[in-house]
């Protein structure tokens, strides 16, 4: 579904620069959650503003793939992200219908289908309806969090970047944000980008991962069995601290 193609970026200038991502690759298929692990610093987010078209590599490319896997460089409405701090992202004097609301009235869907679809789309995040009459600041952490969440589904993305979304929510919290992104990602058949540094979190609920240490992937593979049996010093380092 999306190809990342030999991706760098570089900040800065010649005289001082930083290079957060060198020469990264990886593909994400149709339908999979992929994780991408690591340090703070390490390059994720970086790489995951790349992607969704918020920065432009210094090389490399994007590549996304139809059905019929032609190359599509045209990537708007395929992907959306979900941020770690949902008080960065969520207008904290709008109500919650406004926010759920907007993206779909940008998109031409008449005002009263759009809060007919934020209905349904906090039912499906579990949240009650009695949130849209609230502010950001009326609602718990996990709830905004969800609601967050919300509003990236409601433009029906084929991939959806989860980046650190559950870093800030206790274990509980993140346990059921975790249980609900798989159980949305069955519904939608949508592909998920899950970017974490706890590593504990992806047994279970990744398909695939990958390893970022200093802007580039030192390792990568099934879940499963990178976990069972690491090749790269860093990621047996990674997995020592969690466990």
Known sequence: MLDVISVTKQFGNKEK?????????????????????GESGSGKSTLAEIIVGLQEPTQGSIAWHRANDVEDRSNQKKVQIVFQNPDRSLNPYWKVEDILIEPLVLSNVPRLRALEQA???????????????????????????????????????????ADEVTSALDPSTEKE????????????????????HHLETIAGFS?????MKNGRIVEMGETKQVLRSPNSTYTKALLDACW
């Open 207 to 211: 398909d695939r991962m990958a390893v």
């Open 119 to 161: 209905v349904e789309l906090l039912d499906r995040l579990k949240l009650p309806c009695s949130l849209l009459d609230r502010r950001p600041c009326e609602c718990s952490g996990g709830q905004k969090q969800r609601i967050a969440i919300a509003r990236a589904l409601s433009m029906s993305p084929a991939l959806l970047i």
């Open 177 to 196: 944000i975790l249980t609900l992104l798989q159980t949305l990602k069955q519904e939608q058949k949508m592909s998920i980008l899950y970017i974490t």
């Open 17 to 37: 620069s930083v290079m957060a991502v060198h020469e990264t690759s990886f593909s994400i298929q149709k339908e999979e959650i992929f994780a991408l692990i």
